[in-house]
């Protein structure tokens, strides 16, 4: 019955029935319109008509300060505010002034109650603005953005409704330009590719702006902007949605302010206990970019609190990432550098009645609805013993916990603060058998560091309730979490326990094996830092979670080695050429440009001698209709030598395969021009080269319905092809690991750290080209 009488309620205030439906399906929402409205029928003594109902509604669903309530109903039900900018400036009035009393004299003038706003000046205001804009409303009429128009209407009359702005526009641009024509109801021309990139480079802004996803042309510095991205200000904490003020709250951040000075703080808090991956790539750039980008700092903390699966050379590893991406940590720090003022915490929230000693085994605390803990209740003084006793190694592994007392918004039920581990730590030896959780550690440290926006990918916001309490309850600055959605990549599986499975099972070599998407594996690769850089700013901040094709990423790559990898020449399989009437006694000295484009950034030198060596691929005996390299009756240029090569004798094995050419040249300008020229190298360097595929052979490897028999059953077995004898020439002789290069008409390749004194190995980074067969 109640269900019915809110139902008609809701639908009195102006909603539809769905919609009315879809918000009695949520108690907290229904449950402060059904106060709302029921305030608002007092005020009024009649029914609500709808405009009302509307604003009632927008405040019901955003307001957080619930003790604001009745406040601001009564400015809605006397039509005080009655348009959506008044609800919006009073709305965001409260959340940056949670204290009591309001000043309602400051309040009505930051809302604009009693502003009136006459048609008149609606008029004359649109008037200004397609006056401003007319010559390019002529040209473009209908196609013009008339959300242009609006915003400077507004930006001149802030308290205007938004709905007799837009009828304005609409009846002036309709007398100015007439009904639409044919020509206005086509899809908006395609423009010159310069000008529509400097479109797409303002409307990314504008969107960001407005707090969503930034396009593609902007840089990652652009995109985190303070402003661009709508976070709070360093010390206006409290204008977040969602954060909890205590009576403490004001003068804590008013402190922080002392000590930080309005600086913008960030971390990048990675477990070692594995290797960085593509989607810690996006952290890094995120945290670390938007304090560089706001003129901040950024600390690189190491959230070691679980030494049993910590190693040194994961600690070095990150380091190395962090460094090899270009940023620098403000402060390298560790969670363990605070393990002393935790302790002390701990046992503050005890005192407080806010902590238990609870004897529950894990399997019995798994799941979200399980049942309290028997020990819950028991009183501080035995917890603050049983405590000590933990510290002091009274108890096995499993056989007691320090648990929190609150509900998380996933339902989970008074976290565990601190467990017993009997493994000594790396950095503090055996002091501690006793170490805390991450529920427990992560806002404390950010606490202890002043963090100013404590960035999270969006799996942490099911924790955001117990960040903000436990703060408070130990009356400490209490920072912002903010979370944004993760970066995931199609045919790669990145969790550090299926990685180790992959090793384990001789799949890959380890973790830096260019077939893996960690981040060390990429650069082993050849992908270079400004590549996953570049890929992370297009991929933009959103909060969604993003899965991406892995060819956009190496597009990201093809864009950067295209500018910085030297040209060189390769041959994979090789096919001996002799050239028959070679024009010198001896073997000539080839200039070649290392980057043909742009000749003024130098050039390397190549031998030219009467034995040449071409892929086995550019030579056809009986060549398929389209071919165009060398074959009978048809010539073929050698790049960057002037030469023109034509066929005169092949010469074969016992087995009948084509062992070399016999050939003849003459200068390229002595004749026709050759169809095709083709790469070659001469008295070359052998080298190994490692062509490398997609891992997986499926998008979701890790999705049952997608692979069914799991993830190492879709393991592509052509992943890795190893060409053992590969030619080079000799300019690549001094090459050093990471060194990368364009291997002409074949791709981009990098020096493994496998090569030694003679012997090169490259790996192939990414084909010339995308591969129109991948998806």
């Known amino acids: 019955m109640a269900a019915l009488d809110s139902l008609s309620l809701f639908t009195g205030l102006g909603l539809s029935e769905q919609k009315a439906r879809e918000t009695l399906k949520n108690t907290a929402l229904s449950a402060q319109l059904r106060e709302a409205a029921t305030q ?116 001149v009359l802030k308290w205007a409704d938004g709905k007799m702005i837009k009828n304005e526009v609409d009846m002036q641009v309709l007398h100015l330009l007439g009904p639409k024509l044919e020509a206005d109801l086509e899809k908006k021309p395609k423009v010159a590719k310069a000008r ?92 670390f970019g938007y304090a560089k980008a706001n003129n901040g700092i950024c600390f690189l903390r190491f959230d070691d609190t679980n030494p049993e699966k910590e190693e040194a050379k994961f600690f070095s590893a990150i380091c190395d990432m962090v460094a090899w991406l270009g940023y620098t940590p403000y402060k390298v720090t560790y ?92 950095r503090t030896g055996d002091k ?72 384990a099972t001789g799949a890959v070599r380890d973790w830096d094996d260019p077939r893996l998407f960690t981040l060390t594996a990429l650069r082993r ?38 500018d910085t990898a030297p040209r060189a020449m390769a041959v994979l399989e090789s096919l001996r050429v002799i050239i028959t009437n070679f024009p010198a006694a001896k073997s000539l000295d080839i200039q070649v440009p290392n980057f043909p484009a742009d000749e003024t950034k130098g050039f390397h030198q190549v031998p030219f001698a009467p034995i040449v060596f071409i892929e086995r691929t550019d030579f056809k005996e009986e060549p398929e209709p389209g071919f165009k390299r060398l074959a009978w009756g048809q010539p073929v240029g050698l790049r960057h030598t002037g030469y023109v090569i034509k066929l005169q004798r092949v010469v074969k094995g016992p087995s009948g395969s084509v062992e070399s050419l016999e050939v003849t040249c003459r200068r390229a300008d002595a004749g026709e021009k050759p169809k095709a020229f083709i790469h070659w190298v001469s008295q070359p360097l052998m080298c190994e080269v490692r062509l490398y595929e997609r891992l997986f052979q499926h998008k979701n490897p890790e999705d049952p319905t997608e692979v069914p028999g799991g993830f190492l059953s879709d393991l592509n077995l052509a992943s890795l092809h190893v060409v053992e004898a590969a030619l080079v020439d000799c300019s690549v002789a001094l090459a050093r690991p990471f060194d990368k290069f364009q291997f002409e008409r074949l791709g981009y390749f990098s020096v493994d750290p496998d090569s030694h004194q003679g012997k090169l190995v490259f790996n192939r980074t990414v084909t010339l080209k995308e591969d129109p067969g991948k998806v």
Not at 240 to 266: D, F, S
Not at 436 to 452: A, F, G, R
Not at 460 to 467: C, E, G, I, L
């Open 335 to 426: 969670a363990s550098d605070y393990f002393d003022q935790l302790y002390t915490w701990a046992v503050e929230l005890i005192r407080r009645g806010l902590a238990y000693v609870c004897h529950q085994r894990v399997e019995e605390l798994k799941g979200h609805n399980t049942l309290p803990s028997p020990w819950r209740d028991r009183p501080t003084e035995e917890s603050l013993l049983l405590f000590e006793a933990m510290r002091k190694g009274k108890f096995s592994e499993g056989e007691a916990t320090l648990r929190m007392k609150l509900v998380m918004e996933d339902g989970k039920m008074d976290p565990v603060a601190y467990r017993v581990k009997y493994i000594p730590h790396h």
């Open 196 to 287: 529509l990139e400097e479109t797409d480079r303002r409307t990314a802004k504008d969107v960001m702006e407005n707090g969503e996803t930034a396009d593609q042309t902007l840089s990652l510095m652009e995109q985190l902007r303070g402003e661009a991205l709508k976070f709070h200000k360093p010390g206006e904490n409290y204008k977040t949605p969602g954060y909890v003020v205590t009576p403490h709250t004001m003068n804590l951040l008013k402190q922080h302010l002392e000590i930080t000075g309005g600086q913008v703080r960030t971390r990048f808090p990675p477990e070692p206990n594995g290797i960085l991956h593509i989607g810690h790539a996006k952290a890094i750039n995120f945290n």
């Open 432 to 503: 501690w058998c006793i170490y805390p959780t991450y529920d427990y550690t992560h806002c404390l440290c950010d606490s202890i560091e002043h963090i100013t926006h404590s960035l999270c990918t969006k799996e942490f916001q099911a924790r955001r309730s117990s960040y903000f309490w436990l703060c408070n309850a130990l009356d400490i600055y209490c920072p912002v979490q903010w979370e944004y959605g993760r970066l995931n990549l199609h045919y790669a599986v990145v969790s550090k326990r299926k990685i180790l499975q992959l090793v």
């Open 40 to 155: 608002a029928q007092q005020t009024l003594g009649s029914t609500i008509d709808k405009a009302t109902g509307t604003l009632l509604y927008g405040l019901a669903s955003r307001l957080r300060d619930t003790r604001r309530l009745s406040f601001l109903v009564s400015y809605i039900a006397s039509k005080k505010i009655h348009t959506e900018p008044q609800l919006s400036a009073a709305l965001e009035y409260v959340r940056s002034h949670p204290l009591d009393p309001i000043d309602t004299v400051d309040f009505e003038q930051e809302c604009g109650v009693g502003v009136i706003v006459t048609p008149e000046q609606i008029e004359e205001a649109v008037e200004a603005a397609i006056n401003r804009h007319q010559p390019q409303l002529l040209v473009e009429r209908y196609h013009f953005n008339m959300g242009l128009l609006m915003g400077e209407a507004r930006a």
């Open 525 to 562: 690769r050849g992908f270079p830092p400004e590549a996953i850089n570049s890929f992370c700013a297009r991929v933009g901040v959103t909060v969604a979670q993003t899965t991406m094709e892995p060819h956009l990423l190496e597009a990201c790559v093809r864009d950067v080695l295209n």
